[in-house]
């Protein structure tokens, strides 16, 4: 190429760099473009290389940055999608399948994250996790509200569980009341489903991020 091509094609790039956003993220400036396919990028998306500016997909990271309050919102949604599908009647029993409710709400998670931050192709892995384990969370919260005012008076059944002297005879010895069985029951519950739920939800997050479109 010679000099006057270069020259011109520096020109064009200058011209697109400042007039056109970041192909990834539209709504940010570019700051410059990608030496192999042009694509003009933001400085979250630019990655130096031996003096050159390239975009994370022509290096083959093919991953784009998104900041926490990007995910919290679309997590909050996921989570209560996913919730609501998994103690809705009938279908809720495609959650003994691999809490597939769960996982579903975390890839829609992270699909509503990608979309409403204009992102085209993946995000970091990590992110794409956290994303999906903030819906698994939230589901957990609903589901555990939803079935524990479903149950009714948790004392009473506790109460019939507790009929027998024998039962009875430890409780007493042991110093514990009933309340403090309620309470400590519904804690690991609360707890135990929050961390397994978020484990589901993260895998959806991940299986999702890695459709890139």
Not at 33 to 39: L, N, V
Request: glycine share 12%; charged share 15%.
């Amino acid at each position: 190429m010679g000099e006057a091509g270069i020259k011109g094609k520096k020109f064009i790039g200058h011209f697109l760099t400042h007039t056109m956003n970041c192909y990834y993220h539209p709504d940010r400036t570019s700051v410059a473009q990608c030496f192999t396919c042009a694509k003009n990028l933001c400085s979250d998306c630019v990655v130096m290389k031996e003096g050159r500016t390239y975009c994370k997909e022509c290096l083959g990271t093919g991953e784009s940055s998104i900041e926490m309050q990007q995910i919290l919102i679309p997590g909050l949604i996921g989570g209560v999608v996913g919730g609501i599908l998994s103690v809705a009647p009938v279908i809720s029993i495609l959650n003994c399948v691999l809490c597939l409710w769960i996982v579903v709400g975390g890839a829609l998670a992270v699909y509503i994250a990608k979309r409403w931050s204009n992102i085209k192709g993946k995000i970091s892995t990590g992110k794409a996790a956290l994303t999906g384990a903030i819906s698994g969370c939230v589901a957990a919260i609903i589901i555990v509200v939803i079935q524990f005012f479903s149950v009714g008076d948790f004392r009473s059944l506790l109460q019939e569980a507790a009929y027998t002297p024998e039962v009875r005879d430890a409780l007493r010895e042991a110093g514990i009341t009933l309340e403090e069985i309620a309470g400590t029951l519904i804690v690991l519950t609360v707890l135990i489903m929050v961390v397994v739920l978020a484990l589901f939800g993260a895998l959806g997050g991940i299986i999702s991020n890695e459709i890139k479109k």
